[in-house]
Structures are given as structure tokens and as C-alpha cells.
């Protein structure tokens, strides 16, 4: 594994890498998302008990879903980060926070306004959406202690460490404010998959949910790949190879 | 050449200096107990004097209180060795790290906690907080302040080569800090209705160990980032 792997702590590597890589996600993505959103939002039937705005759970699902998704993924790439000193890692770090920030504010907002109809408040201080919240400010701590360096290699790497904390505090954050209070329901997708005799959700709307995060998790993983690349190019702009390739590209 | 002293009398070795140069600038210690008491007289004023809500609200204000006046005081821990180049020669000892910051952390929470200690059933007493408490509040005082000074160590260390760390210190450890805030107000409200706060305390208990445990490793990967 590591003899496959080791090549793509050089920059070119995963430069070129991202870019075959992209449109096998940004393409499929863009479809399978739109796929998912007509889906959901125009065809699947109506709930019994919420009517039509339930249907923002197909935006709202798979944002919260992948915003601790791509904490994770930030997690691992500060981990490689720390421990093997991979540039091309503490890149992928700042790649991938700002994304996550934005999946997580996405599902907060959209959280916002599907509470107002549904427990007649914009926001209230149930479980899910505090523990949504501090997931937020984590996001903005690794941005802001990245930013507040004037060397990005130092920033980068403390960025990295704080994630890594941040990860091992994610649980106890996530058990504590469940312990607190809730008013939110349980999550339904791990009802309706794992009670397969008696789903929670009837097929009609788990299908596009599923194709919905499915969606979700393309188009955010292709705007970090184009991200990292950014970064790559930023970073190696005086370097040989990126030179001689930005040069071939803007012929 | 390894030294001839063993872990233990390097680490006394240690605190005993940590103690002494904050004694050399009492006031640092004594301003954010001062901010802590200012803080909590705040409260009565802004919410109204009503016992029953004074009550209510104890538990609360006297932790989120403790906390900012944890990171008022948390800088202490590294900037000045910072500046003068000690913290360089403690990365250098001949020592493993993470021993070096543990006699930090105990030493500093010591210095902070303590006062805190002594100080706690005054703000017990000026928000009336009910007789039944005051046991408990301190108790998770004594619980909870260890995580204040490890996991702040941690932030501190990132943060000790900026300038202007102290709104992003606050930003940093804040979210990281508010399983401990839940815990110990859920324990002393449940002291405060007659029901045992066993659970919470036990899983107060549980933070500071893990903290205590992991902090200083975390904490040396954040200086040797921070020293360069």
C-alpha cells in the first residue's frame, strides 16, 4: 500500500491524480444531485403527517450527514499530516475545511427553517442541531488558527493538530449534548436501513434521500479536489513542472 | 549523557520553578479570580436580584464564568517562556516532553484552581445557590478545573507564537470545553433538586483523566509546531 500511496506526497503526483479525478466526480455528481432534488422535491409522495415540507430533509439529510463526513476526512488528512509530514496532506486540510464549514451551515439553516413549521421555532436547543453547531465553530477554529499564521506551513500544521483534538472531542461533544436534551427525532435513515421487516421510511422517500447524499458527496468532493489543486498550483506556482504545465494550459 | 535525577524529582524540580516565577508576578494570578467575582456580581444586576432565578441560574453563571476566566489566565502557561527562550531549553531536556508540560499543567492548575476553590462557596453564597449544592459545585469545580488547564494548554501551545492569540484562544477551546460545562451544571442542578449527581460527576471525572492523559502529548506536537 505504501508504495502506491508514497508518490502522492509530491505535489505533481496529486496534481495530476486531481485532475483525472475530477470529472469522474464533478459530472456524475452535478446529475446524480440534480437526479436526487427533482426526485425528492418534485415526485416523492407527500408525508402523511408533515405534507410538503418534509421535503426539505433532502437537502437537510445529507448536508448534516457529510458535514461530519468531511470532518472526518479532515481528520485523516491531518493525521497524515502530523505524522508523516506530507505537504500535499496539510493542503488537502484547508481543501477540505471550508466545504465542511459550508455542509455544516447548510444544515443548520436548513434545519432553521424546517423547525419552523415543524416545532413552530426557528431555532431551539435540541441535541442534533447543538451538537450541528459546535461542529460549526470547530470548523471555524481549524480556518481561523490556519489563517492567523503568517507561514502557512506552521498554520497549516497547527490547523492540523486542533483537528485531530477536535475529532477526539467530537464523540464526547456528540454523547454530552444527547445526554442534555433532545426534541429531535432519532436519525430515520439508520431506523428505515437497519428495521428492514418494519422501515421508518416508506421506499418512495428513501430512494431519493439516498441518491441525494449519494449527490451531495460527489459535488463536495469534487470542489475539494478543485481546491486542493488551487492550492497545489498557488503553492508550487515558481516550481519547474507547475510552470511548464500552466504554460501548456493557457496556450 | 542522561541526568542522574529520576522523572519524579526532575518533574518537583520543575513545578518548584514554575511556582516561583508566578510568584514574582502575583497580580497575573489574582486578575482573573478578580474578573471571575466581577463577573458573577454582573449577573444579579443584569437578570434581577430574584432569589428563585438567582437560584436558577447559579450553576450556569459560575462555570461560564470560570471558563472565561480559565482563558484569561491560560497564556501565562507558555508566553512568557515563550519570549525568553525557555520553553526552547525545555524541549531540549534531556527529559521526555510531555513530563515537562504535565509539572506545567499540575502547577498551573494549582495556582488557578485553588483560589477558585476558596473563593467558590462566596459566589455560592452571592447568587443563592441552594444549601443542598454548594457540596457539588464544588466538587465539580474540583473535577473540572484540571480539564481548563490541560486542554487550555493545548490551545495555548498553538497559539503562543501569534501576537494576537487571545480572541482565538477563545474560539479554539471554547467548543472543546462545553462537554465539561454540561456535565458539571447538570451536576450540580441535579444536587440542587435532592437527586444524586453521582453520574455527571463520574463522567466529569472521566474528561479530566482522559485529558490529563492525552494533553501533554498533544500539547508537545503543538510546541514543537509553535517553537520551530
Known amino acids: 500500500m505504501w508504495r502506491w500511496l508514497h508518490p502522492y506526497a509530491k505535489p505533481e503526483a496529486t496534481y495530476r491524480l486531481n485532475k483525472k479525478l475530477l470529472p469522474w466526480f464533478a459530472i456524475p455528481g452535478v446529475v446524480i444531485l440534480t437526479i436526487g432534488m427533482i426526485w425528492g422535491l418534485a415526485f416523492a409522495p ?25 470532518y472526518m476526512g479532515m481528520a485523516i488528512a491531518a493525521l497524515s499530516a502530523v505524522v508523516w509530514q506530507i505537504r500535499t496532506a496539510e493542503w488537502a486540510i484547508l481543501a477540505i475545511a471550508p466545504v465542511g464549514a459550508v455542509l455544516t451551515l447548510i444544515s443548520l439553516f436548513t434545519g432553521a427553517v424546517w423547525g419552523k413549521p415543524m416545532w413552530g421555532t426557528w431555532w431551539e436547543w435540541d441535541a442534533r442541531l447543538t451538537a450541528q453547531l459546535i461542529l460549526f465553530f470547530l470548523y471555524l477554529g481549524v480556518m481561523a488558527l490556519y489563517a492567523a499564521f503568517e507561514d502557512e506551513r506552521t498554520g497549516a500544521k497547527a490547523a492540523g493538530i486542533l483537528a485531530l483534538i477536535g475529532v477526539i472531542n467530537i464523540p464526547i461533544i456528540h ?13 430515520t435513515i439508520t431506523q428505515a436501513i437497519t428495521r428492514f421487516e418494519k422501515p421508518s421510511m416508506a421506499p418512495e422517500m428513501l430512494w431519493p434521500l439516498l441518491v441525494s447524499i449519494l449527490g451531495f458527496l460527489l459535488v463536495s468532493s469534487a470542489l475539494v479536489i478543485l481546491r486542493l489543486n488551487n492550492e497545489i498550483l498557488k503553492r508550487e506556482v515558481r ?13 | 549523557m542522561a541526568s542522574e535525577l529520576s522523572v519524579g524529582s526532575q518533574v518537583r524540580a520543575l513545578m518548584r520553578r514554575e511556582f516561583r516565577v508566578a510568584m514574582r508576578q502575583r497580580s497575573d494570578l489574582m486578575n482573573p479570580i478578580l474578573f471571575l467575582l466581577v463577573v458573577v456580581t454582573l449577573f444579579p444586576l443584569g437578570v434581577g436580584p430574584e432569589p428563585a432565578t438567582l437560584a ?11 471558563l472565561l476566566s480559565a482563558l484569561l489566565g491560560l497564556e501565562r502557561l507558555f508566553r512568557d ?10 524541549l531540549l531536556m534531556p527529559m521526555a516532553v510531555e513530563w515537562a508540560v504535565l509539572a506545567k499543567i499540575i502547577m498551573h492548575w494549582l495556582l488557578t484552581a485553588v483560589p477558585l476553590l476558596i473563593l467558590a462557596p462566596l459566589l455560592a453564597l452571592l447568587l443563592n445557590l441552594p444549601k443542598e449544592a454548594w457540596g457539588t459545585l464544588w466538587l465539580s469545580l474540583l473535577l473540572g478545573t484540571p480539564v481548563l488547564s490541560s486542554v487550555g494548554a493545548i ?4 497559539t503562543v507564537s501569534l501576537n494576537k492569540g487571545g480572541a482565538l484562544l477563545s474560539l479554539l477551546l471554547l467548543p472543546l470545553l462545553i462537554p465539561l460545562l454540561i456535565f458539571a451544571t447538570a451536576a450540580v442542578e441535579t444536587a440542587a433538586t435532592g ?7 463520574a463522567l466529569m471525572a472521566a474528561i479530566t483523566v482522559l485529558a490529563l492523559v492525552l494533553s501533554p502529548y498533544a500539547v508537545h506536537a503543538a510546541l514543537r509546531v509553535s517553537v520551530n
Open chain 2, 195 to 201: 437527586l444524586s449527581p453521582a453520574g455527571p460527576l
Open chain 2, 155 to 158: 490551545g495555548v501551545a498553538l
Open chain 1, 175 to 187: 454523547y454530552s449534548v444527547y445526554w442534555w436534551n433532545t426534541l429531535h427525532q432519532q436519525s
Open chain 1, 239 to 251: 516550481r519547474p513542472w507547475a510552470q511548464t504545465l500552466l504554460l501548456k494550459e493557457n496556450r
Open chain 1, 46 to 70: 407527500p408525508d402523511y403527517q408533515q405534507g410538503e415540507s418534509y421535503r426539505i430533509i433532502f437537502v437537510h439529510v445529507p448536508s448534516a450527514f457529510w458535514a461530519m463526513g468531511f
Open chain 2, 56 to 66: 436558577r441560574i447559579a450553576p450556569g453563571v459560575i462555570w461560564v464564568s470560570a
Open chain 2, 81 to 90: 517562556d515563550f519570549s525568553d527562550g525557555a520553553l526552547e531549553q525545555m
